[in-house]
Nanobody
């Protein structure tokens, strides 16, 4: 069982930055692929990016590529999402998710989810 807690959300202006964190419980964090997803009101949950258990394999959605960066610190059981050049369309609840030993991007492929953190970008 893995418990995930996101933090770092808030209000930012367009062009600004925020850094989200996701802290995981458990002693096997370094065996989990960690994904970031987001869901805007009235829309389906969408893939933002993912980082494999070793930190080598990292993939992003086209909509955030070049602006967002995922990293992880396995010693701290934490994954990060650095968001730069924010746009109003980035406004959503952001979730981190975990799955063991797979590199996947579909929300249905992830086994554990945090409760999310709200990110609001004003124009």
């Amino acid at each position: 069982q893995v418990q995930l807690v996101e933090s770092g959300g808030g209000l930012a202006r367009a062009g600004g930055s925020l850094r989200l964190s996701c802290a995981a419980s458990g002693r096997t964090f370094d065996s989990y692929t960690m994904g970031w997803f987001r869901q805007a009101p009235g829309k389906e949950r969408e893939f933002v990016g993912t980082i494999g258990w070793s930190g080598v394999n990292i993939y992003y959605a086209d909509s955030v590529k070049g602006r967002f960066t995922i990293s992880r610190d396995n010693a701290k059981n934490t994954v990060y999402l650095q968001m730069n050049s924010l746009k109003p369309e980035d406004t959503a609840v952001y979730y981190c998710a975990a799955v063991q030993w797979k590199i996947v991007t579909a929300p249905t492929d992830y086994d554990y989810w945090g409760r999310g953190t709200q990110v609001t970008v004003s124009s």
